[in-house]
């Protein structure tokens, strides 16, 4: 192991020095005077709350971005990035929190973009093959270079980033969130790769917001927060709560208070549900479960096991293919959305933005998207805009949403506060049956305790929630009883204070557990 | 640009901030800079462009006679503009209003035949002639929308070959001899019989062409559509498909009945453009007379910024310049095909504002964007 | 660890849960699918093949002629027969369709074959239906390529300019507007004659369309305007300006007549027996379609540049991140689509004829458009698609020239001339369905600064 440059020799120079960098985009500073520096094999973990600044830093490391003033060093020697080609010359590879792939084309023709071996003017399709191969034996990632990157799993697409940094001769790799979403069995595998990357003589910044991890894998940590240096800390002496404290500002409670759950009459049953996508392709395949009043349905699994396409069909915008939903009594299954609404069920969508929101309308007509037809939001078809203001400036007050008025157009919003405005569409009303999916993603601390103790106020209130997450922590801490989804199948249902996250870990990589109270095939 | 503190004292700044004169200012400067365009092009073949242009302002407005003729050869540049915005505002690109337009024409000229007709008085006979319009409109729109709603066929590659179709059908029915179908054999060219005389709009001004009642009836059709559109709970699920089918989707709006019912609505107002025509121009119909109306419906919707009532502008506009243009090529010498050019440009400027604010340093402030969605091919 | 989840609160799980197993066990709800959609339609179109219209034709001999007459080779047929062995095969694809899903494979090459029927079936109806005992087939077999010159050209050009992530509904604007200049360049300087100055004119036609392009280029890339209003503007421009460049130009010239490419042959290919002379002779612009759709597919597949096009319209983002400058590659993937829809429109306007008409493509470019969704936005799938249609207009006035009568109702000229439209309407309609266009088409690309 080479985690050892705590104090970095006098004469070491760092193979990058970020110095001073501030970044503003309009009306927001995204960096001030950022000081940052990453020494040779090392891994420097950049910690910070989801918009804290940290990919932005990265990303005008990688060229993507100038900064407005403050200078970079790679090796001592001053650069000045002009575009994502002059970091790459310098042997900077980045690895996207969202993966910069394209889907229909293969994994070899993701690597070579950019950087392609041409001979007689045409690709040289065997000479990168061979190269790759090589790569992938050499750090030990392991993918079939001709197959479709829209075929291969989470993981697998994560390896192909990581391919595609090194084809380019990297030696400086920017991770940015990589294991936001890997199982915490996969969280281990990918740590052992960076740490074969970095005893192979690599240098790592690994952003993360996950307090574990940096504990786990850092050698120096970096503290942003909004937008600023908010600290440095010493993986060997610092604590989770420490760091929590250091990233936020203030005290922060990990556990979500919450009482006994009160399970009352099943509201929400599915059976033996099937779903195909918009491909046809089997996502959900013989679901199901029974969701009762007053208790919070966790479902927890790897993106991609039919997550998606469950939510879809319990909320009649995607047509089931086989089984059934029942919801208050009612055989939904071939309901529209509106019917199913209008029998007391919300649906805070995954997508918020695609989904959720329509960007350039109002707060306003956002906050009654659900409801503008009725009275007395409507009067025989026409639109009422005093009853629709009214609700609006009550729900903003009421679910402190920050927005400089109910008349901006709600893209216009941060995500955080776009997120407050579904919530309190979704979370009002006569909400019988609640649907969530990544209620929280992308949003700051403040933000998710705000929303985890809405959905665990309305439990209170007898609705039964169905909870999807990505977010292992999410579902552990809200959970009443977890189910795992894998491939399509519920692979086991855990009690809520009993499970733990290895016990789901293992479920979600591969749908089964020794442990597990039921397993199927 | 100008320093700081001469911004409050520049009186262009001041009008600028108390009225926000941004819509009316972007497209005349369009206009302007779409008329130096097409100087050029007039200068380039030895004319003077002044002269050509003076001789097109009085052939558009030169007495009221020719004033008259304008308005009236804009009437169904009005219908066949709310045709393509209406569906626009859906998220629909239909470009059908062409063959909409035939098959409107060619209905209300079929019904308005009827022998019943000329014993019905003028205020039941003619609703029915346009009614009859409306439905043969929407009948040929609501094709592509059932086809985008039930197979995701694209709605632009659908109404185009409806289009050469429509023309292709009503061509045969007027000029069809054996079996005789539709062709009045009285008449030296193949067109349909007149309509009835108590179906016909009544005349206003005896222009070139007439100007008739169907000018009122599509400026009330424009403010009908805006009310639609802007204030009832249609007019917001149509905006919402428009904006984001997806959250449409998930709020409930079966965003299938929407395209159907947007699709059937704006071919209904083509149908009404092209029955205004018959029932208060011709009295007859006969393909040709609705050539290149629905195509030039494009350009003025996109002008008007798909705004139902910028549309009546837009289209005066439009009929201006086309009745004026003989003019200019009887006096000046110059083609008629220099209108097109610059109705081009105008549509150019107009879409890329960038150029205008760069040519004429106007700010720019936001909102002006066009309510455009532009998708892929493939439907969701 | 042991738990027992449902024990100890009493919830009662589904009991699909205990055993597994259960993806076998479900009750599938019937779907009908376009794959049997497809299949109804082509099982009811057999059956009245069979007992509708093969017992009221006539069961006179009829032939499939390979050569001109006198005594050409040629196949004889007698159109009852012919039409009930159509309508057997139909219905047996018809059945097929409805086999189970793993069977996929089975039942669409059922369709296709019945697809592919329907060539000589239209045929053998259209010869039945006239008083022609024979037609040629080579001949209609030119005819369809020739068709499909300007229809396939103007799909690559939009198959550049969509795989780089720029809708392009202007390509009927590109190839009228280069018709036109090209023309007009050829009419005043080579007096519609010079084969120099024929040349010249084809090049000037290429350069319009790329100007054209760039314009589409300039108004989508650089302002972001709406791809769909900017292709609106190039096609109302084109028009505008060849109007006025035929009426003031072109005609006052006296040249509006001229003399068009002169036909070549291929080296070795024309000299094959009955095909060679017929296919393998013809105008050069109309063989560079076939060079231009290879090259296409050449360096859309093969080369770096091409995979670079193809990830800006997948997403652009993506190729940022990997260096590439989107913008550029944009630029240039429009403008090279430009050069081939203006070798499109000096196919029309020095080719296919010599001279100028107003709106001479006439919708060439829409049906081009549609040649590549059909062809799901591959070069080769597109070219298939422009001979679709290539075919659809050449069987119309093929049929139209027979003179084809049901009972004493001679079928209407019109309704040939309309065929194309009708086939391109009913497969679009048909075929989109799982047609996937590049993912990140249409959306304006501003790049990170």
Known sequence: ?521 | MSEQPNESSDPRRWIQRTWNLQPVLIPLYAILLAFIVGGILIALIGVNPFEAYWALVRGMFGSPERIAGSLARSVPFIGSALALAFAFRAGLFNIGAEGQLLIGGLTAAWVGTWAFMSDTPGIIAVPIVILAGFLGGAFWGGIPGVLRAKTGAHEVITTIMLNSIALFATRWLINSTDPKILRDTTASVPRTKEISPTARLPELVDSQPPLHWGLLLMVALCFVVAFILKRTTFGFETITVGTNPHAANYAGISVDRIIILAMLLAGGFAGIAAASEVAGTNFFFQPGTFAFIGFDGIAIALLARANPIAIIPAALLWGALLSGAPLMQQEADVSIDVVRVIQAMVLLFVAADAIVRWVFHVRSTSGSQMDAPTTGWSST | MEQHVSDETGVPLPRQFVGGGLSEEINLQRRVGRRQIVGIVLGLTGLSLILLVAPNITSETRSFAFEPPPDPLQISFNPVVLVTVIGLIYVLAGVLSFLPGRLDRVSMIAQLIAAALAIPLVLALGLALSDAPATNVINLLDESLLLATPIALGAMTGLWCERSGIINIGIEGMMLGSAGVGFTFYAILGGATSTGWLWAAILVALLTGALLAALHAVLSIKYQINQIVSGVVINLFALGLTGFLRSEVIVPSGNSKGVATSEIGIPLLEKIPIVGDTLFTGGPLHFGMYIIVFLTWLVMYRTSWGLRVRSCGENPHAAETLGINVIVIRYQAVILGGFIAGLAGAWFAMEAQSGFEDNMTNAAGFIALAAMIFGKWTPWGAFGGALLFGFARALGSRLQFLDVEIGDFSIPSEFFQSLPFFVTLVVVAGALGRAVAPAAEGQPYTPSK
């Open chain 1, 1 to 521: 192991m080479s985690n050892t440059p705590d104090v970095a020799p006098v004469e070491m120079v760092p193979v990058l020095d970020v110095r001073d960098v501030t970044k503003t985009f309009p009306g927001v500073i995204a960096n001030e005077d950022i000081t940052f520096a990453l020494n040779q094999g090392e891994i420097h973990c950049l910690l910070g709350e989801n918009g804290a600044g940290k990919s932005t830093l990265m990303n005008v490391v990688f060229g993507l971005y100038q900064p407005d003033s403050g200078s970079i060093r790679v090796r001592g020697e001053q650069v000045q990035f002009t575009g994502v080609n002059d970091a790459i010359a310098h042997g900077i590879g980045m690895v996207h929190q969202h993966f910069q792939l394209i889907p229909v084309f293969t994994v070899l023709e993701n690597v070579i973009l950019g950087d392609e071996l041409s001979k007689h003017g045409l690709l040289d399709i065997k000479d990168a093959r061979n190269r790759i191969r090589e790569l992938e034996q050499q750090y030990g990632l392991n993918v079939d270079p001709d197959a479709m990157v829209g075929d291969l799993s989470v993981g697998q697409q994560q390896r192909v980033e990581l391919i595609k940094a090194l084809f380019r001769n990297a030696d400086i790799l920017i991770l940015d969130e990589p294991t936001a979403v890997l199982t915490p069995g996969e969280v281990d595998d990918f740590f052992a790769v960076v740490r074969n990357l970095v005893d192979q003589g690599k240098s790592i910044v690994f952003i993360t917001h996950k307090l574990r991890e940096v504990l786990a894998v850092a050698d120096r940590i970096t503290v942003l927060r909004n937008g600023k240096l908010a600290g440095s800390a010493d993986p060997k002496t610092a604590t989770q709560q420490s760091l929590a404290n250091l990233m936020v500002g203030r005290d922060v409670v990990f556990q979500v208070e919450k009482d006994e759950a009160e399970a009352g009459d099943a509201l929400l049953s599915v059976e033996g549900l099937v779903v195909e996508d918009e491909r046809g392709v089997r996502m959900v395949n013989g679901f199901s479960v029974d969701v009762h009043a007053g208790e919070i349905f966790g479902v927890a699994g790897v993106e991609g096991n039919g997550q998606r396409e469950l939510v879809k069909a319990i909320t009649g915008m995607l047509r089931s293919v086989g089984g059934k939903v029942v919801i208050l009594g009612h055989d939904t299954t071939k309901w529209n959305p509106r019917q199913i609404t209008e029998l007391g069920v919300s649906h805070v969508p995954e997508d918020r933005n695609k989904h959720g929101l329509v960007g350039p309308y109002t707060v306003a007509d956002n906050l009654v998207l659900n409801r503008y037809y009725k009275q007395p939001y409507s009067r025989r078809g026409v639109r009422q805009t005093t009853p629709v203001d009214e609700e609006a400036e009550l729900l903003v007050e009421q679910f402190d949403i920050r927005t400089p008025g109910i008349h901006v157009p709600v893209e216009t919003l941060s995500g955080g506060n776009q997120q407050k405005v579904i919530i309190a569409r979704e979370l009002t009303g006569d909400v019988k049956v609640l649907v969530v999916a990544q209620p929280t993603r992308g949003l700051d601390v403040g933000s998710i305790e705000f929303i985890h103790n809405q959905i665990i106020e309305l439990r209170d209130r007898g609705v039964a929630v169905l909870l999807v997450s990505a977010e292992l922590d999410e579902i552990l801490s809200l959970s009443d009883r977890i189910g795992v989804l894998y491939r399509g199948q519920l692979a086991g249902i855990y009690e809520g204070a009993d499970a733990t996250r290895e016990q789901l870990g293992l479920l979600m990589a591969s749908g089964a557990s020794p442990d597990a109270d039921v397993v199927v095939a």
